[in-house]
């Protein structure tokens, strides 16, 4: 069962675009939502997190949008930049829980 | 570096045979945990620890898998008669309580 879906896949977008990469989830004891950035070979680093008790947070170029009622969330890359090119998980985390529960991630390729 | 740290970054053995990975957490953190991350897949939960205690295992922890943390600071993960279907990364991460750092993973090849 995927408790987080993400989408899309893949996208591409042109050096000074934005990339948006959607998430949604099932479970409501989900508390806790970070954003991931993985380079090929690498573990992933984490990005930005956020709460539901918040509908938005942003972080430089960075901006997660949360909607609480329809169990979605998104991140937002502004200004995208080749060096932004990498794969992009979104988590969940219940409260108090051990484990994050992954999307299946999203490749983002800039352009230059 | 004070990140979490894995070793080997990189182990290729046969089937059949046992390997065994270690973790080293952030320092001051004591909730370690593995993960395995399968190409073009998201990473998936394995096994937990806070402190030296192990407290919660996935169901894709079959009886060849072993984890431990003796003293709650490093970990080790032992993976006996490999298959092939062990390829993968194998991932780490401590955290104080909620976010979790990620080390750079040890990529397993199972020929």
């Known amino acids: 069962q995927q408790q987080v879906k993400q989408s899309p896949q893949s996208l591409i977008v042109q050096k000074g675009g934005i990339s948006i990469i959607n998430c949604a989830y099932e479970?409501?004891?989900?508390?806790?939502f970070p954003w991931y950035q993985q380079f090929p070979g690498k573990g992933p680093a984490l990005l930005i997190a956020?709460?539901?008790?918040?509908s938005e947070k942003k972080e430089g170029r960075f901006t997660i949008s949360f909607n609480k009622s329809a169990k979605q969330f998104s991140l937002h890359i502004m200004d995208s930049q080749p060096g932004d090119s990498a794969t992009y998980f979104c988590a969940a985390l219940k409260a108090a829980g051990n484990k994050l529960t992954f999307g299946g991630g999203t490749r983002v390729l800039v352009k230059p | 570096d004070t990140g979490v740290s894995q070793d080997p970054r990189h182990k290729i053995t046969k089937r059949g045979q046992n390997v065994t990975f270690r973790c080293d957490p952030i320092?001051?953190?004591?909730?370690l945990y593995w993960y395995r991350q399968t190409l073009g897949q998201g990473p998936e939960f394995l096994t937990y620890?806070?402190?030296?205690?192990?407290?919660?295992k996935s169901r894709l922890l079959s009886d060849r898998f072993s984890a431990e943390r003796p003293k709650g600071s490093f970990s080790t993960l032992e993976i006996q008669r490999t298959e092939q279907g062990d390829s993968a990364m194998y991932l780490c991460a401590s955290s104080p309580l909620d976010t979790q750092y990620f080390g750079p993973g040890t990529r397993l090849t199972v020929l």
């Open positions: 620890f806070q402190n030296e205690a192990q407290l919660e």
């Open positions: 956020i709460r539901p008790d918040v």
């Open positions: 320092s001051e953190h004591n909730r």
């Open positions: 479970n409501t004891a989900f508390d806790y």
